[in-house]
């Protein structure tokens, strides 16, 4: 059980969220010595309140505050008031995640460099590079038991049947396949079980297979007894003293008061439309546009991959479910070949969704999904194999969440509203991505492919992004404030650029990069 | 997408009141298995039957998870069904001069829904039919769907990594 820490206690980090940044930031440091608060706006929900349920586990575990979606675009008609599909509950998203734990590519750190200047876009480059970051990729690895790597030598799941035909589609078309590497075990690992092939990844792992830092690391960072997680505590605001340092954190706490905690230093790990509305819930009289936002980035160029389905029906029976979420990638286009007609690269990712969910997904929307054709669909579903597309998005500036002017939450904040268009590279690279599914598909005898729609975002990333220079970001390259030198963002809006792959193993490598930095300045006096 | 929890609530909490009566208010004939509510109403019953098997049309799936489904409409939403219906009907005689449920022709029918595709109540109607069908767990066999699969142990020792034979 956590330890309990005193409100006036400045010695603290304080960290913002418990997710896949937050939750391992807080127990990097706690294995350290360093001790920290972590608020989490969501409740803590224990392995008996995971099902293998869809929906039950939608409306159990998502992060359903207002927020209203904005933009010209079908998801915004689909789900106005759902951009993202993420988690409120200690552990944040990565009790959601499908476990999907690949690493960026070296191109993707410089796709300004690499691409020169592309109209209509923000494109910059990271201000570190692969090498910077391998070794704490194989850290990250090591931590939450990627399969299929070298770092732990764990063996991969085996092929599924929806792998196997998946596979068998990439074979005739030439196009490279590959198992996935899953942060989810097959051999006990960590003190957790193997994966017993539930399909229901996505809803929370029952058995604990999965990395999640709600059952992997925050108990561990408890134990040391640094660590006080406080559950059901929404923060409002970042304060600051008169110099510009941040001094700690309003948050409406689990018995409806405000409190105020002290810090020593704020780490802010809310997921790229909770973390960038703090700062900006944040203005003062000395930032008047919100914290750490001199560059004017903050809560700008809001990425969240080019996304969308290809669902196959065939003649004989699949049973897609019956498989880890994600068993492989197709990983032939993820490489940066603007002769396909679009900078960037995607992948191709395996995917099934159980029955409810293809019920909503199929032609989302108020008024699609209905009648013969789709009907028929439906009962298509045991022959179905799909793709969720992943593919790299455009930093673009008109992308972004502001605050809305009089909308107010239950916690009295102005509700986020969330602006999301394609910019014309995102369009070009989904309909490759369905033309070359379609084609797959199709040379193992399909007899209709579905294209499906971008759903709401689960990978959200860049409104507070890294950046060599003050005036072109958020943050350095330790995911600390160029404005403020106590105030540090630990979540996947510090993303540069969005790259093609599921953005969790890259937040958790930044995450113990920034864990080292953060006690190395402070053993030296310097935080 | 905000509307589904609701819907979810709304059916659960039917079949948690309504669950122990509907096996005893059988009767002979089509409407044999029809609740009870559809039995007190076979018109009104009969005009969302065909509703409802136009928006998801499954032949092997029987009256009763449809009407089952949409009895919460009545109890919540009984204005804005009536009145739909209506509509619904005034559009069909306007057409084809018939009620809709008299239209033979399925494609007629469907034609006729597209153009209230974006109306509340077809909305409202399709939302409760959508968690009533496919978030059904007695209905999921029909669809060859599996289910909540931990209590045995997932897919690892029951077929998970079966081959295709048909490739």
């Known amino acids: 059980m956590s330890r309990q820490f005193d409100l006036n206690d400045d010695s603290l980090v304080v960290i913002i969220g418990s997710g896949a940044g937050g939750g391992t930031l807080a127990n990097e440091l706690a294995q350290k010595g360093i001790r920290s ?258 560059s004017g980035q903050v809560g700008k160029n809001y990425m969240t991959h080019v996304t969308g389905g290809s669902y196959a029906e065939f003649d004989h029976p699949v049973h897609m479910e019956r498989s880890t979420v994600v068993p492989g990638i197709v990983k032939e286009w993820e490489d940066n070949d603007p002769s396909r007609g679009h900078v960037g690269g995607y992948e191709l990712e395996a995917l099934h969704l159980g029955l409810p969910f293809m019920s909503a997904f199929l032609d989302p929307g108020a008024a699609n999904g209905w009648g013969r054709q789709f009907a028929r669909s439906m009962e298509n579903y045991s022959k179905m194999a799909g793709f969720w597309i992943c593919g790299e998005d455009l930093a673009l500036e008109s992308n972004r969440i502001t605050l809305h002017p009089t909308e107010k939450d239950q916690y009295g904040l102005p509700v986020p509203v969330v602006h999301k268009a394609d910019h014309e590279n995102d369009t070009r690279m989904r309909d490759h991505a369905y033309r070359m599914s379609k084609e797959l598909f199709t040379a193992i005898g399909a007899r209709h492919v579905n294209d499906l729609p971008p759903y709401p975002a689960s990978h959200n990333m860049g409104t507070n992004r890294m950046h060599a220079n003050a005036q072109d970001g958020v943050v350095n390259q330790w995911g600390q404030s160029h404005d403020i030198d106590n105030l540090f963002i630990s979540d996947g809006s510090q993303f540069t650029s969005s790259g093609t792959e599921n953005p969790t193993l890259t937040i958790v490598a930044l995450t113990i990069r920034q864990a080292d930095y953060i006690a190395e300045r402070m053993s030296r006096g310097e935080l | 997408m905000t509307a589904y929890p609701r819907a979810t609530l709304s059916r659960r909490r039917f079949l948690t009141l309504t669950g122990a009566l509907t096996a005893g208010s059988l009767a002979l004939g089509a409407t044999g298995l029809w609740p009870r509510w559809a039995l007190a109403e076979p018109d009104l019953a009969q005009r969302l039957l065909r509703l409802g098997r136009d928006i998801y049309p499954h032949e092997a799936i029987a009256d009763r998870y449809y009407l089952e489904t949409l009895a919460p409409l009545l109890e919540e939403n009984r204005e804005l069904v009536a009145a739909g219906l209506d509509d619904l009907d005034r559009r069909a005689r306007a057409a084809h001069g018939s009620d809709y449920v008299g239209i033979e022709n399925d494609a007629e029918r469907e034609t006729l829904l597209r153009d209230i595709q974006h109306t509340p109540f077809f909305a409202t109607v399709k939302g409760s039919l959508l968690m009533g069908i496919y978030n059904n767990p007695a209905l999921w066999p029909e669809f060859g769907y599996g289910g909540s699969s931990w209590e045995q142990g997932g897919y690892l020792h029951r077929g998970f990594d079966a081959d295709p034979d048909w490739l």
Not at chain 1, 170 to 177: M, Y
Request: aromatic fraction near 8%; proline fraction near 5%; charged fraction near 20%.
């Open chain 1, 37 to 294: 608060v972590v608020l989490e706006a969501g409740k803590r929900f224990t392995m008996e309140d995971i099902e293998n349920d869809e929906w039950g586990m939608f409306n159990k575990i998502s992060w359903l505050d207002q927020r209203n979606l904005v933009g010209p675009s079908r998801l915004a008609e689909d789900f106005p008031n759902l951009p993202a599909w993420i988690v409120k509950g200690v552990g944040g998203s990565t009790i959601h995640w499908a476990g999907v734990a690949m690493r960026f590519q070296e191109h993707e750190f410089k796709m300004k460099t690499l691409n020169g200047a592309i109209a209509g876009a923000n494109v910059e480059d990271w201000p570190l590079t692969l090498q910077d970051l391998a070794p704490y990729y194989t850290l990250a690895e090591k931590k939450m038991g990627v399969c299929g790597t070298e770092a732990t030598g764990m063996p991969f799941h085996g092929k599924s049947t929806h792998y196997k035909v998946i596979e068998a589609g990439a074979k005739k078309v030439g196009a490279r396949c590959e198992q996935a590497h899953l942060a989810i075990n097959t051999v006990p690992f960590d003190g957790r079980a193997p994966c017993q092939v539930t399909g229901f990844c996505m809803q929370g792992c029952r058995f604990g297979a999965k990395w999640s830092t709600m059952y992997a690391e925050i108990p561990k960072a408890e134990a040391t007894g640094n660590v006080e997680v406080r559950p059901n505590c929404m923060a409002l605001r970042i304060e600051h003293d008169r110099n510009g340092r941040a001094t700690g954190v309003l948050y409406a706490g689990a018995d409806g008061q405000e409190h105020f905690q002290k810090a020593r230093i704020v780490a802010v790990a809310a997921n790229s439309i909770e973390s960038p509305r703090i700062l900006l819930n944040s203005a003062s009289n000395l930032f008047p546009d919100g914290l750490a936002n001199s």
